[in-house]
T-cell receptor
Framework: KAGVTQTPRYLIKTRGQQVTLSCSPI?????VSWYQQTPGQGLQFLFE???????NKGNFPGRFSGRQFSNSRSEMNVSTLELGDSALYLC?????????????FGPGTRLTVL | TQLLEQSPQFLSIQEGENLTVYCNSS?????LQWYRQEPGEGPVLLVT?????EVKKLKRLTFQFGDARKDSSLHITAAQPGDTGLYLC??????????FGKGTRLHILP
């Protein structure tokens, strides 16, 4: 099975611009989660989508949004970019091991805001 | 607020040595995963443990889930340069949310 893919891998934007990141989950996985990773804060949960519906949401401002399509592919959007949004954005698709949820990550999109 | 703490934050040891890193939670969790992340890449799932007291082995890596389901450890035997990376633990909860620790950055010197 192909793994989780994310595009683009690298992105450079300037303050005030907006950006859209894309994620294709492992075939058959219906849940997609997004995380922001920075050296100081570690991995922080943004949101989770399941069957095109947002199921969980982290503590990020409304500038961060996402959606999921009927084929389970997901996009996240960040509007009015700030310098502090520079980070590695990771997407993960999930499967079940009994009652435990296992997440499989893509390679990430490295966003730099200038 | 649930906290998942990993220690040590940084560890640098010689090739061939053994090491243990720890993951401790302020609350009981239903499952725990360990990941390894290399620079510029996403975390790779190493193991999932779900039963208190459970021990799992993956080649030279031994993972243990505490009896009280609030802590876990990862022991590496005869570390190799290929073990270098950021080791993350993540706890799963009944509300299906997953919380990550900030990781242990491991560097194995050849």
């Amino acid at each position: 099975k192909a793994g989780v893919t994310q595009t683009p891998r690298y992105l450079i934007k300037t303050r005030g611009q907006q950006v859209t990141l894309s994620c294709s989950p492992i075939s058959g996985h219906r849940s997609v989660s997004w995380y922001q990773q920075t050296p100081g804060q570690g991995l922080q949960f943004l949101f989770e989508y399941f069957s095109e519906t947002q199921r969980n949401k982290g503590n990020f401002p409304g500038r961060f949004s996402g959606r999921q399509f009927s084929n389970s592919r997901s996009e996240m959007n960040v509007s009015t970019l700030e310098l502090g949004d520079s980070a590695l954005y990771l997407c993960a698709s999930s499967s079940r091991l009994g009652e435990a949820k296992e997440q499989f990550f893509g390679p990430g999109t490295r966003l730099t805001v200038l | 607020t649930q906290l998942l703490e990993q220690s040590p934050q940084f560890l640098s040891i010689q090739e061939g040595e053994n090491l243990t890193v720890y993951c401790n939670s302020s609350s009981v969790f239903s499952s725990l995963q360990w990941y390894r992340q290399e620079p510029g890449e996403g975390p790779v799932l190493l193991v999932t443990v779900v039963t208190g007291g459970e021990v799992k082995k993956l080649k030279r890596l031994t993972f243990q889930f505490g009896d009280a389901r609030k802590d876990s450890s990862l022991h590496i035997t005869a570390a190799q340069p290929g073990d270098t990376g950021l080791y993350l633990c993540a706890q799963g909860n009944r509300d299906d949310k997953i919380i990550f620790g900030k990781g242990t950055r491991l560097h194995i010197l050849p």
